[in-house]
């Protein structure tokens, strides 16, 4: 089989994900982290409850029900402490960070999915934990430390727990009823991020005006519709070559924060960035 249309999904992917950051890191420097995280999937999640209601309304097994809520409820933690990250820490530092989840995906596959990982995966691997051990480095800059230093755990976290998740997708993506599945892994992740959304946190006026609106209703769009493609190519292809593409978003976050926000980091940071970023890349050429 080829591998083209995998490949295809993973650069949609790639590119959903790389806008999406830029836009969350936007909205969550004066917004409530987990409200936004909430209404922008619960906006983006709509188009996929009309599809699948229309072609996939069979619920599946109730085995596959209670991996596909299982994983929705990951998927939510994930998303949470992500976009905390985001909003204390750096996108051009954080988003390369949580793109590390590519590893403990392709580390897993080889393990429980029997996927080969070759000596050439294993140097991409090797120069992305490099990469990871640059970017997290930092002198202390005065008051921030305690935050950049959390921001920097919880990517990696997410990135850890993200990456073994994606396991458990591959398992729903390749059952009968993948877009219920997928759905139902939406629904699953809000439930667990509307209990989170409802506590008191840092508000903002913005998120009234039809401009905020029309922000989370992208922000959603473009993170859900990212999913779905990585999701797709999960069912049609391997785990590591489709995670590793999808992964490699942080290009163009870190292309944009850089543009628009005036983000700035290290010398050694930058080296960092550009090691965990051609890992990845590296990664996807060689799978």
Known sequence: MSATPSILLGVAAMLGFGLADYIAKTM???????RTALLSQGMGSCLFLLAALAYDRVLPSAELLSLALFSGLISGAVLCAYYFALSVGKASLIAPIFS??????VVLSFFILGEVLTGLQLSAITLVFLGIVLVAFERNDGGGERW?????VLA???AVVGGANLILQKWIAESGHYLMGFLITRLSSAAFMTP??????RETGSVGTSQSWLKLGI????????????????RVGLVSIVTPIATSSPAVTVVLAHLFLKE?????QRIGIVAIISGIVFLSAIS
């Open 28 to 34: 969550l420097r004066r917004g409530n982290v987990f």
């Open 196 to 201: 989170v959304a409802l506590t008191p946190g």
């Open 148 to 152: 950049r230093k959390l921001s920097l």
């Open 219 to 234: 922000l959603g769009l473009l993170d859900v519709s990212a999913f779905f493609a990585w999701y797709l190519g999960l």
């Open 264 to 268: 700035r980091v290290r010398l050694h």
């Open 100 to 105: 590390c989840l590519t590893v403990v995906a």
């Open 156 to 158: 990696l976290a997410a």
